[in-house]
T-cell receptor, first 112, second 114 residues
Framework: AQKVTQAQTEISVVEKEDVTLDCVYE???????LFWYKQPPSGELVFLIR??????QNEISGRYSWNFQKSTSSFNFTITASQVVDSAVYFC?????????FGTGTRLKVLA | GAGVSQSPSNKVTEKGKDVELRCDPI?????LYWYRQSLGQGLEFLIY????????KSGLPSDRFSAERTGGSVSTLTIQRTQQEDSAVYLC????????????FGPGTRLTVT
């Protein structure tokens, strides 16, 4: 069975704080990809990052960074120096040999 | 290039009426998904079209829901005898087929059943 768990339903931080969004997954596939998507208040989901199961290198893109650890089946997302524009719902997703599986999302509120 | 488009953007219908929601995927994308998102909630998987294979309909909530994909491109989600609990945003996404490709989402159709 495949499953994606985002245990944090909602997180509130003050602007400029760092915040980490957790994602834990389950799969029996040996080859799979993990994704993060952002859904801003405007509603349209936007792809942020993809990581394959054979590449555990962390990735940094500006204020965003991702930590993939197969040993703990986690793919966590950190926003450094958060900004109000980061306020959105963030979804983690898994794609193995079959269909995409999405987590339930984490709503991030960044307060000015 | 053009992204995923959905029409209509908003639909208000009376309880008991049928509605059709349309999705135009990105050209060349053979995988197409429909999801439903109720206010403040996550993505509820409805149906998955994968190339020429039989669609995965395991997420359709009742037999009032059906979907077609014609010519491997445009897809239509039909809801018959709409109920108030069908009110939600219906999202369509497409991707290239294969494990590593991200989905591209459309803007959604907001359905309100009165």
């Amino acid at each position: 069975a495949q499953k994606v768990t985002q245990a944090q339903t909602e997180i509130s931080v003050v602007e400029k704080e760092d915040v980490t969004l957790d994602c834990v997954y389950e799969t029996r596939d040996t080859t799979y990809y993990l994704f993060w998507y952002k859904q801003p208040p405007s509603g349209e989901l936007v792809f942020l990052i993809r990581r394959n199961s054979f590449d555990e290198q962390n990735e940094i893109s500006g204020r965003y960074s991702w930590n993939f650890q197969k040993s703990t089946s986690s793919f966590n997302f950190t926003i450094t120096a958060s900004q109000v524009v980061d306020s959105a719902v963030y979804f983690c997703a898994l794609k193995g040999t079959y269909k995409y599986i999405f987590g339930t999302g984490t709503r991030l509120k960044v307060l000015a | 290039g053009a992204g995923v488009s959905q029409s209509p953007s908003n639909k208000v219908t009376e309880k008991g009426k049928d509605v059709e929601l349309r999705c135009d995927p990105i050209s060349g994308h053979t995988a197409l998904y429909w999801y439903r998102q109720s206010l403040g909630q996550g993505l509820e998987f409805l149906i998955y079209f994968q190339g020429n294979s039989a669609p995965d309909k395991s997420g359709l909530p009742s037999d009032r829901f059906s979907a077609e994909r014609t010519g491997g491109s445009v897809s239509t989600l039909t809801i018959q005898r709409t109920q108030q609990e069908d009110s939600a945003v219906y999202l369509c996404a497409s991707s290239l087929e294969g494990t590593g490709y991200e989905q591209y989402f459309g803007p959604g159709t907001r359905l309100t059943v009165t």
